[in-house]
């Protein structure tokens, strides 16, 4: 594990009239589902990291076929925006707000393309979709965006990955309404500053501001929002700040990726560097990297980001 000497903060200035915030590039999924297949080869666990990237793949094929329609349901008033950006409150709260009728649609979508190549537990599920409750759905949506446990049999934790690429889907439509203006600026926070929900990792970017400014990357939205250096995001503690290099295999496939430790709460969130691999993407190569956050686990260190194509509340 690498400790930094200096436990301050290191602040990289945005520049210019950079807010600190980045909306969802709109082939976000099928950049994500190419560097899943990137990362699948001869990993060991190829063929799930294989079926991911045919996920992302097919979230891609929904949002470019249905994702105007969304934006144009979903954009929220000007006043509403306002209001966000004066108190810091996400525009699209998921954890808050109501789950968009939609969403519902989106799932059946992505489940009709998936289905062919999906693994036999989630066919089995997806089988009984057409007769399972709205109510049961619904309420499944809601205990995914809000992290809650609420899944216990075999069909619902099968299908909670789906739910969580179509739930993804649809926010991130949703992001693509807006414009980088209309999320709230100057609240540096552990949450997505668009949508209220938890990062999956970190990225240092190779950006026009500067050289490794560092933005956490939305589990459900996409957004990005920029994150002080040598701060732990769950907590903003500054001091003891660690990083744990992967051992193995992962050291070898994902040199580009470590876990920043924090001994205040004891938590963990990755972090990626496109200064060493300009192809990262944090939610693909969160998922391939699994065994670090096994690593971190064994130091102490709970991981602290979220990727909803594995469930855990």
Same mark, same amino acid.
Request: a negative charge.
């Given at each position: 594990?690498?400790?930094?000497?200096?436990?301050?903060?290191?602040?990289?200035?945005?520049?210019?009239?950079?807010?600190?915030?980045?909306?969802?590039?709109?082939?976000?999924?099928?950049?994500?589902?190419?560097?899943?297949?990137?990362?699948?080869?001869?990993?060991?666990?190829?063929?799930?990291?294989?079926?991911?990237?045919?996920?992302?793949?097919?979230?891609?094929?929904?949002?470019?076929?249905?994702?105007?329609?969304?934006?144009?349901?979903?954009?929220?008033?000007?006043?509403?925006?306002?209001?966000?950006?004066?108190?810091?409150?996400?525009?699209?709260?998921?954890?808050?707000?109501?789950?968009?009728?939609?969403?519902?649609?989106?799932?059946?979508?992505?489940?009709?393309?998936?289905?062919?190549?999906?693994?036999?537990?989630?066919?089995?599920?997806?089988?009984?979709?057409?007769?399972?409750?709205?109510?049961?759905?619904?309420?499944?949506?809601?205990?995914?965006?809000?992290?809650?446990?609420?899944?216990?049999?075999?069909?619902?934790?099968?299908?909670?990955?789906?739910?969580?690429?179509?739930?993804?889907?649809?926010?991130?439509?949703?992001?693509?309404?807006?414009?980088?203006?209309?999320?709230?600026?100057?609240?540096?926070?552990?949450?997505?500053?668009?949508?209220?929900?938890?990062?999956?990792?970190?990225?240092?970017?190779?950006?026009?501001?500067?050289?490794?400014?560092?933005?956490?990357? *939305?589990?459900?939205?996409?957004?990005?929002?920029?994150?002080?250096?040598?701060?732990?995001?769950? *907590?903003?503690?500054?001091?003891?700040?660690?990083?744990?290099?992967?051992?193995?295999?992962?050291?070898?496939?994902?040199?580009?990726?470590?876990?920043?430790?924090?001994?205040? *709460?004891?938590?963990?969130?990755?972090?990626?560097?496109?200064?060493?691999?300009?192809?990262?993407?944090?939610?693909?190569?969160?998922?391939?990297?699994?065994?670090?956050?096994?690593?971190?686990?064994?130091?102490?260190?709970?991981?602290?980001?979220?990727?909803?194509?594995?469930?855990?509340?």
């Amino acid at each position: 594990m690498q400790k930094f000497l200096n436990s301050e903060e290191i602040v990289v200035p945005a520049g210019g009239e950079d807010t600190g915030k980045r909306l969802p590039s709109r082939r976000v999924f099928a950049a994500r589902a190419e560097r899943l297949r990137q990362l699948a080869k001869g990993h060991a666990m190829e063929d799930f990291l294989a079926f991911a990237a045919r996920l992302a793949d097919a979230q891609q094929n929904v949002l470019d076929r249905h994702g105007h329609a969304f934006q144009e349901k979903s954009r929220p008033d000007a006043a509403h925006l306002a209001r966000c950006r004066q108190h810091g409150i996400p525009p699209l709260d998921a954890q808050g707000g109501p789950v968009p009728a939609e969403w519902v649609d989106v799932l059946h979508a992505l489940a009709t393309e998936v289905v062919p190549h999906s693994p036999a537990g989630l066919q089995n599920a997806i089988a009984e979709l057409p007769d399972f409750p709205a109510e049961r759905l619904h309420a499944l949506a809601r205990a995914i965006l809000r992290a809650e446990e609420d899944l216990g049999n075999p069909v619902e934790l099968a299908l909670a990955p789906l739910i969580g690429a179509s739930l993804q889907v649809l926010w991130t439509a949703r992001a693509l309404a807006l414009q980088p203006c209309d999320i709230p600026a100057g609240f540096e926070g552990s949450l997505c500053p668009t949508c209220g929900s938890q990062p999956v990792a970190s990225i240092l970017r190779i950006d026009p501001a500067g050289q490794g400014v560092r933005y956490a990357t *939305c589990s459900l939205c996409a957004c990005e929002w920029q994150v002080t250096r040598n701060k732990c995001v769950p *907590c903003r503690n500054t001091c003891d700040i660690a990083y744990l290099s992967p051992a193995g295999e992962a050291a070898t496939l994902c040199p580009a990726v470590e876990a920043e430790t924090c001994p205040a *709460c004891h938590r963990s969130l990755k972090i990626a560097s496109m200064e060493t691999d300009p192809l990262v993407d944090a939610f693909a190569d969160d998922l391939a990297t699994l065994a670090l956050d096994m690593q971190a686990d064994q130091a102490g260190f709970h991981r602290a980001g979220r990727n909803l194509f594995l469930f855990a509340p």
